[in-house]
C-alpha cells in the first residue's frame, strides 16, 4: 500500500480545519455487512472481502461515510458533529486503479437540514476551488425525497414506490423498471422450478432453493445479497407485474424526471409540474426551495449549478438532496455526496441523527493537475 498523500493534501486539510471539522481516524479493516447491506450494488460488487480468525466478515474500507457513522455510534459522540478524513479506500475493478484517496467532511446532527446540505455543498466547492483555482467548476444536484414525494403523490403502489426509489440514481435500472408498468405482465425470464416457486408464492422453499442452487455454484451470500433477500425480490416483482400505472401518473412520472433547469429556476418549474399534474408536493418543495435560499447565501455560483430531477447516486443510504461536482470535459465527478437521514438509525444509534456529507476522489484532481495520482 502506498502511504504517499497528493502534493495538495495538506491544502485540503487546512480548508477542513478552517470549516472546523475534526480529522478523524477511521481504521483500514472494516466489518463487511453494513456494506453489503447499505453500500449499494454497484459497490457490493466490488469490496475486497476476508474473514477474521473468529469467521466474521472484513473489508477493505470501500468509502468512509459508513464507517465515520459507525465510528460515532461506537463513542456515543455528541452532536452536533463534523468529521472530516483523508486516506486510502479500495475497490476492484476500478478505472484507474483498486486503491486510492479520498478525503471529505460528514456532518452529523445538524437540526437546520437546509443549512446543513448548503454548508456540505458550499465546503466541497470550496475545496476543489482552492486545489483547482483554474477549472471551471460544474454542479449538478438532485434529490431523492422530492422524486419519493412525486411517487407517493401519483398514488403508486407502495411496492412500485419502494421498486422505483431503490433505482433513482440508475438510469438504466430505472428505465427498466418504468418499462415494466407498460407491460406488466410480461413473465420474468426464470429457471423453469424458480418459476414454479415464485407462482406458488413460497417463500420459504424459493429461499431454499435459491442457498442451494448459489452454495453449488459456490457462490457466497456474503458476497451479494442474501437468499432470502433474493427470493422477497422475486415474489415483489410478481406481485407488482399484475399492477398497471394509470396513462396519466405515467405520463407525469415522465415529464417529471426530464427536468433539467438551472437551479435559479428550479423551484418554479417543479411548483408549475405539480400544477399541471394537479398532484400535491408543498412539504416537499419547501424543503427545496429552503436549501436553495441557503446556497444561494454561499453565493456559489448558481448559473454553474443545475437541478436535474433523475439525478441520483448508486449508494443506498442516501434519502434527500444529492450531488456531484465536475470540471471540464472530465467524464466522471471529482465530488459527490448528499443527505442520509437513516443510514445511523441503521447502524444502531439508538435516536434518529440526520447526516450529510461529501467524498472528494483525489486521485481525479491530481489527474487536472497533471500530477500523478
Not at 416457486?197 to 451479494?224: C, F, K, N, W, Y
Not at 398532484?279 to 418543495?285: G, K, N, S
Request: charged residues 25%; negative net charge.
Amino acid at each position: 500500500m502506498t502511504s504517499r498523500y497528493p502534493s495538495f493534501a495538506g491544502e485540503i486539510l487546512d480548508l477542513f480545519a478552517e470549516r472546523e471539522a475534526a480529522l478523524t481516524d477511521i481504521a483500514i479493516i472494516q466489518p463487511a455487512d453494513p456494506f453489503l447491506d447499505m453500500a449499494g450494488e454497484d459497490l457490493r460488487r466490488r469490496i475486497f472481502l476476508t474473514e477474521s480468525e473468529t469467521g466474521e466478515t472484513l473489508c477493505l474500507r470501500p468509502e468512509f461515510t459508513i464507517p465515520v457513522c459507525l465510528d460515532h455510534i461506537d463513542k456515543r459522540a455528541s452532536t452536533p458533529r463534523r468529521y472530516a478524513y483523508l486516506g486510502e479506500v479500495f475497490r476492484q475493478r476500478r478505472e484507474g486503479g483498486a486503491e486510492f484517496f479520498q478525503a471529505g467532511i460528514e456532518d452529523l446532527g445538524a437540526e437546520d437540514r437546509a443549512a446543513a446540505d448548503a454548508r456540505s455543498l458550499a465546503d466541497a466547492h470550496a475545496v476543489l476551488s482552492r486545489v483547482l483555482p483554474d477549472a471551471a467548476l460544474q454542479v449538478t444536484l438532485g434529490d431523492q425525497a422530492v422524486f419519493e414525494a412525486v411517487l407517493s403523490a401519483l398514488g403508486l403502489p407502495r411496492g412500485w414506490q419502494k421498486r422505483l426509489a431503490r433505482a433513482f440514481g440508475s438510469p438504466a435500472m430505472l428505465e427498466a423498471a418504468i418499462a415494466e408498468f407498460t407491460n406488466p405482465h410480461a413473465a420474468a425470464n426464470l429457471p423453469r422450478e424458480i418459476a414454479s416457486l415464485v407462482a406458488r408464492g413460497d417463500e420459504e422453499r424459493l429461499t431454499q432453493h435459491i442457498e442451494e442452487a448459489m452454495q453449488a455454484a459456490g457462490l457466497s451470500p456474503s458476497a451479494g445479497r442474501e437468499p432470502d433477500e433474493i427470493a422477497r425480490r422475486l415474489l415483489e416483482k410478481a406481485a407488482l407485474r399484475s399492477v398497471r400505472l394509470a396513462d396519466t401518473a405515467l405520463d407525469a412520472l415522465k415529464a417529471f424526471l426530464v427536468i433539467n433547469v438551472p437551479l435559479a429556476q428550479a423551484g418554479k418549474r417543479l411548483a408549475a409540474f405539480a400544477e399541471e399534474t394537479g398532484i400535491f408536493l408543498d412539504e416537499a418543495l419547501a424543503e427545496f426551495g429552503a436549501r436553495a435560499e441557503r446556497i444561494a447565501g454561499h453565493s456559489l455560483p448558481l448559473n454553474a449549478i443545475q437541478y436535474d430531477a433523475g439525478f441520483g447516486r448508486p449508494l443506498d443510504y442516501y434519502t434527500g438532496f444529492i450531488f456531484e461536482i465536475g470540471a471540464g470535459d472530465l467524464r466522471q465527478p471529482l465530488v459527490g455526496g448528499g443527505r442520509y437521514d437513516r443510514l445511523l438509525t441503521l447502524l444502531g444509534a439508538e435516536k434518529p441523527i440526520p447526516g450529510v456529507g461529501f467524498s472528494i476522489w483525489l486521485d481525479r484532481i491530481a489527474a487536472l493537475r497533471g500530477e500523478a495520482p
